[in-house]
């Protein structure tokens, strides 16, 4: 009876709740817009409201353990309360912007089982966690996380990639675009998950994830409701042939084991008024733990040299081209000559069949190529399938970095049970050690780990350009989605840069010689638009030689910035970001497969007059993907630009402060 009425009246709510031993407690945002009421007694309950209007009816939460007293939540007692207010400035090395200011309430909530919820309102969402102060360890059976949404809200909707073993895969996915009634109850959806609520839009996050499942969610087909779900523990795992990789065979019949004194995830729910506030939401990096390697200064953002998109497509040389000792050194020649910082050698330098990175192919010189690499001021960066690193995790470490390898690109987790998170963990501390960075593909989104390890700069589970090379899907869509919710967790390793640009009737999936969807401007401008300290140039040296004003400019884009802005925007439409390094800035355009006019207002820029370098869609780029056009001009705050975008277009832009 107390469930079904919560929400329709504060006042009758009250009165009831109070009578059957339920307590009710209000937080507010520092600006009074997100509302949250908490009940606890007949379990723990909390609804959502914005600017007044309900949002989430009362969901409920909890954590089912293996220890009986612990686990009375349908007749819980509130033991004590704390509230206070939190205000601080971070620092976010290697981020979206160099730091910004968190503010909101705080409410804690001490449990009678042992167990303590702490819930925040920010002006822009709504957090919670759950925290333990035990002794010894135990067993997490089951999480509650519900998430009854007030209405039959649209959402975008990631689901898994595989019904068969959802757990198990790759994190990368497009959004389906339908009511939460006409959710697909076969298969789980991973998250970011956002829900347009109309006037705004809710989106599902998680951060600090350490010893734990991730979290996925259903939806039951016939409510507007989600619930959260989590892959159990594994009890037996199998490596496959091909590359080692190991997957879960059996599970175990609960989710987690952990430590009884411990702080679980954050449960977020970011909540916006409109679409440009989504990329620049920080919730999940200001939730995280703080740095734990501390200096950082070792750690050098920068642009790589890639091989495996475009398959070692280098011509016009006398050598033959492969997995071999001269093919890399053209690919550090060209890093050299362009000042781009780095090289990957990806899958193949080391026998993926052997499971044993302490090894190469004979083909290969490594310690050549190092040294090599050194002296031409480019670093080396070595892929590895993650748990085949993890293995011999010291040993690697200690051995390549001695030898002046950079850093590792890890590959092929695809799943984010507790096992894997702590892998995930284990990997980031050690390569810190030894002043190695990490850039994690094959992997589930970002949970905040770049703001604890600064070491992790970049993360996969995204539906990236290497999609391309074996299917045909509406990728300039995908371009103007994912930054709204993706984007949201952290950073994107997305690997683009093609040099043949095919429009939409012109495209075709070739393994061996790879093309984008769309404009050459709507290449250029993902680096703009995309979050990506560690940004990937996925064609060959060959193709980029040929096109050397779009190589310079890509060449030398900032790819780290101490202010970032959504300048205008639309989900599955189109985005304007804009961003600053020191005095200057950097404006990228994308829009989806229709053609648009983008009236950009300069007035985020300061006083003074600005050189930009423009490089936008050619008049006949909608038949012709790489037909651009480049210009100079002389610009100030008070000027618009009329930017004529292609189907599956963009622009990019560079201004540079005139001193003159």
């Given at each position: 009876m107390v469930k079904k009425i919560v929400g329709t009246g504060v006042l009758l709510v009250l009165a009831l709740a109070l009578q059957a031993g339920v307590k009710m407690y209000t937080l507010k945002s520092p600006d009074g817009k997100v509302k949250l009421e908490v009940t606890a007694g007949q379990g723990i309950a909390y609804s959502l409201f914005y600017d007044g209007r309900l949002l989430l009816k009362p969901s409920r939460i909890a954590l089912h353990t293996d220890l009986p007293e612990a686990d009375h939540w349908e007749n819980i007692r509130i033991t004590g309360t704390k509230q206070r207010?939190?205000?601080?400035?971070?620092?976010?090395p290697f981020y979206r912007v160099k730091e910004?200011?968190?503010?909101c309430n705080e409410l804690e909530l001490r449990?009678?089982?042992?167990?303590?919820?702490?819930?925040?309102?920010y002006n822009d969402g709504m957090a919670y966690r759950f925290v333990a102060g035990r002794k010894g360890e135990m067993t997490v059976v089951e999480e509650r996380a519900e998430f009854n949404f007030a209405d039959d809200f649209e959402a975008y909707i990631p689901y898994s990639t595989n019904p068969k073993d959802p757990w198990n895969m790759a994190f990368q996915n497009f959004y389906t675009k339908a009511p939460l009634t006409q959710y697909n109850t076969e298969l789980p959806a991973f998250l970011p998950l956002t829900v347009d609520a109309g006037t705004v839009k809710l989106t599902l996050l998680e951060s600090d994830l350490e010893a734990y499942p991730g979290m996925f969610v259903r939806g039951d087909g016939k409510t507007p409701a989600l619930k959260g779900v989590f892959a159990a523990y594994p009890q037996e795992t199998f490596k496959n042939k091909w590359r080692c990789q190991e997957t879960v065979k059996t599970r175990r019949p609960y989710i987690a084991r952990v430590a009884g004194k411990r702080t679980f995830p954050w449960r977020i729910m970011a909540v916006t008024a409109e679409d440009t506030q989504m990329p620049v939401?920080?919730?999940?990096?200001?939730?995280?733990?703080?740095?734990?390697?501390?200096?950082?200064?070792?750690?050098?953002?920068?642009?790589?040299?890639?091989?495996?998109?475009?398959?070692?497509?280098?011509?016009?040389?006398?050598?033959?081209?492969?997995?071999?000792?001269?093919?890399?050194?053209?690919?550090?020649d060209f890093?050299?000559?362009?000042?781009i910082e780095y090289v990957v050698l990806d899958e193949g330098w080391s026998?993926?069949?052997?499971?044993?990175?302490?090894?190469?192919?004979?083909?290969?010189?490594?310690?050549?190529?190092a040294e090599y690499a050194r002296n031409k001021g480019v670093g080396l960066i070595l892929w590895a399938v993650m748990n085949v690193l993890d293995e011999q995790l010291e040993k690697a470490c200690r051995y390549y970095a001695g030898m002046g390898i950079k850093g590792f690109k890890v590959d092929f987790l695809d799943r984010d049970d507790q096992k894997a998170v702590e892998m995930v963990y284990r990997i980031a501390e050690t390569t810190a050690k030894y002043k190695l960075f990490v850039d994690f593909h094959g992997m589930y989104k970002p949970t905040g780990i770049n703001r604890t390890f600064p070491n992790a700069i970049n993360f996969e589970g995204v539906f990236?350009?290497?999609?391309?090379?074996?299917?045909?899907?509406?990728?300039?869509?995908?371009?103007?989605?994912?930054?709204?919710?993706?984007?949201?967790?952290g950073n994107v390793d997305y690997t683009q840069g093609a040099m043949r640009n095919a429009v939409k009737k012109d495209f075709r999936d070739i393994y061996s010689s790879p093309m984008s969807q769309g404009t050459r401007c709507h290449q250029l401008a993902t680096y703009i638009v995309f979050d990506s300290p560690l940004v990937m140039l996925c064609d060959a040296p060959t193709a980029y030689r040929k096109e050397p004003e779009c190589t310079r400019f890509i060449a030398g884009l900032p790819v780290v910035a101490d202010e970032t802005r959504i300048l205008q925007g639309k989900i599955g439409e189109y985005i304007v970001t804009a961003r600053r390094v020191g005095e200057d800035w950097i404006v990228g355009g994308l829009t989806d497969w229709e053609a648009r006019t983008v009236d950009l207002d300069l007035s985020f820029l300061p006083e003074g007059m600005f050189r930009a370098e423009i490089f936008c869609d050619g008049i006949n780029a909608d038949k012709k993907g790489e037909d651009y056009r480049h210009e100079y001009r002389d610009v100030k705050r008070e000027d618009r630009l009329k930017m004529q975008l292609a189907p599956g277009g963009g622009f990019a832009i560079r201004l540079k402060k005139n001193h003159n």
């Open positions: 207010h939190v205000s601080e400035t971070v620092q976010a910004f200011g968190i503010d449990l009678n089982n042992g167990f303590s919820l702490v819930m925040r309102a939401n920080h919730l999940v990096y200001a939730l995280a733990a703080p740095n734990r390697i501390g200096d950082y200064n070792w750690i050098k953002p920068g642009k790589v040299a890639w091989e495996w998109w475009n398959d070692w497509g280098i011509s016009g040389v006398d050598f033959k081209v492969g997995i071999n000792t001269p093919t890399y050194k053209h690919y550090i890093a050299a000559e362009q000042g026998d993926p069949k052997q499971g044993d990175i302490m090894t190469t192919v004979p083909e290969i010189d490594l310690p050549e190529l990236g350009m290497e999609e391309l090379k074996w299917s045909n899907p509406d990728m300039p869509l995908y371009d103007v989605t994912m930054p709204f919710i993706r984007m949201m967790a």
